[in-house]
């Protein structure tokens, strides 16, 4: 059974320039996070679908971050303008039922802002 | 706000020895998650702990719950190299239905041979 994958695995961009992350969650999975770890800091949730909708985006920074799940298939997660404060990690992670005792996470992609 | 507490963020032992990662929370929760990262790659689930004295185990690596405490507890005994890695905790939390993790810090392991 094929994981959660996350592309790119590591992105280099200047300030005020976009990036798109996508994730592609486990076949049948509906709910599908991302979490960021901002350099030092502890890993915090941003947003929750269930399937194409976002049940959750509480934990969203602000509206530089669009995080889109069509088909609810593969979600991406675009930043524009990119800030400094935006370099991390970005993990992705996804389950067949809420509250359930499996979340995969993908591998994380590393972004970082120059 | 919960907050997750969990210490010491590196821990540097020599194989053979035993220790044990803390994890502190601040609110009532249904569940507390340990995972494993080793650099590059993604979070492996190592545990969940669903109830008051939850005690779960796989090889070397213990965790246990006390929910009374808001604590858990990841014990290595007889550490070896391949415990090597970065061991997070985190909190479940629901809201609406929704459910989300709180993360620790993380604990940085460093095995020495």
């Known amino acids: 059974e094929a994981g959660v994958t996350q592309f790119p695995s590591h992105s280099v961009i200047e300030k005020g320039q976009t990036v798109t992350l996508r994730c592609d969650p486990i076949?049948?999975?509906?709910?599908l996070y991302w979490y960021r770890r901002v350099m030092g800091k502890e890993i915090k949730f941003l947003l929750h679908?269930?399937?194409?909708?976002?049940?959750?985006e509480s934990g969203m920074p602000n509206n530089r971050f669009l995080a889109e799940r069509t088909g609810g298939t593969y979600s991406t997660l675009k930043v524009q303008p990119a800030e400094l404060e935006d370099s991390g990690v970005y993990f992705c992670?996804?389950?067949?039922?809420?509250?359930?005792?499996?979340?995969?996470f993908g591998s994380g992609t590393q972004l970082s802002v120059l | 706000e919960l907050k997750v507490e969990q210490n010491p963020l590196f821990l540097s032992m020599q194989e053979g020895k035993n220790y044990t990662i803390y994890c502190n929370y601040s609110t009532t929760s249904d569940r507390l998650y340990w995972y494993r990262q080793d650099p590059g790659k993604s979070l492996e689930s190592l545990f969940v702990?669903?109830?008051?004295?939850a005690v779960k185990q796989e090889g070397r690596l213990m965790a246990s719950l006390d929910t009374k405490a808001r604590l858990s507890t990841l014990h290595i005994t007889a550490a070896v190299h391949d415990l090597s890695a970065t061991y997070f905790c985190a909190v479940a939390t629901r809201d609406f239905g929704n459910e989300k993790l709180t993360f620790g810090t993380g604990t940085r392991l460093t095995i020495i041979p």
């Open positions: 702990l669903l109830s008051n004295g």
């Open positions: 992670a996804s389950s067949q039922y809420i509250g359930g005792e499996k979340l995969f």
């Open positions: 679908f269930v399937k194409e909708s976002k049940q959750d």
């Open positions: 076949s049948g999975h509906d709910n």
